[in-house]
């Protein structure tokens, strides 16, 4: 749970807690975890990581700058400190293991999947650029025309980015409409996105949520009635969604 100076997790049916490490007195603004390790975000400046015993520094910054941080389930972390990217294939237990990218422009979000990472910046037209990360390489980056980004995520099939009305299908160049039952479709405001082998979750501001399975079909519906807040993947067929002091 992000936003405390403690977070519990669960591993193997045994439930625990990790706390902030002594002389860090912000909280986790934001957590990201694969096979093995967690890897969390205090306040804006400190990156940790918990192999399952108490969190160890990564990184530690002297200004307030780090805002997003992922992890793939193939080992990569990344995570950004201004316009630089922060990115490590493997073993990332200090920050002499990440190499520094520079961006263009200002990073609006990192995508995390099974199949890796990408990171998604501003552009010069008002759209989105999209830099993917495959075994360790980042390619160049791809100007996308979307008119509302707001969160991304990294699935077998591609990358896909949440914005009003829908999900942006980056392979396709395509909006894909995704309609609660009973509202305006094209008024719907998808924020939080994530996924697992084929499926992407998305969720809304409005309480919707959305799974989109292998062949491209989505299923939506109305879990909630205010903003969901937070969005976890457990499985391809199994998602958390957290929305005021509920799950």
Do not use: K
């Not at 294939?89 to 190499?99: H, L, R």
């Not at 082998?197 to 989109?212: E, K, M, T």
């Amino acid at each position: 749970v992000p936003g405390r100076t403690h977070i519990r997790g669960e591993r193997d049916g045994v439930w625990s807690e990790l706390s902030v490490p002594m002389g860090l007195p912000a909280t986790f603004t934001s957590l990201a975890a694969q096979p093995g390790a967690v890897f969390a975000l205090v306040g804006e400046d400190t990156v940790l990581r918990s192999g399952g015993g108490q969190f160890e520094l990564v990184s530690a910054s002297d200004s307030p700058v780090v805002l997003y941080l992922a992890a793939a389930q193939s080992g990569a972390v990344a995570f950004t400190s201004f316009q630089t990217l922060f990115v490590c294939p493997g073993n990332c237990t200090s920050v002499d293991a990440f190499d520094q990218l520079s961006l263009p422009r200002t990073p609006i979000g990192l995508c995390s999947g099974a199949e890796g990472l990408a990171a998604m910046t501003t552009a010069a037209d008002a759209g989105a650029a999209l830099f993917v990360e495959d075994a360790g390489s980042w390619s160049t980056g791809r100007l996308l025309s979307v008119t509302s980004p707001r969160n991304c995520a990294r699935a077998r099939q591609g990358v896909f980015i949440t914005e009003q009305g829908g999900v942006f299908n980056v392979e396709t160049g395509a909006l894909e409409r995704v309609d609660v039952p009973g509202r305006d479709g094209a008024l719907e405001p998808w924020r939080l996105a994530a996924s697992v082998g084929d499926a992407v979750f998305i969720a809304s501001d409005l309480g919707g949520a959305a799974v989109r399975d292998g062949s491209g079909i989505w299923r939506a519906s109305s879990v909630a009635t205010s903003d969901v807040t937070a969005l976890a993947v457990e499985a391809d067929d199994s998602a958390w969604l957290a929305s005021g002091t509920g799950l």
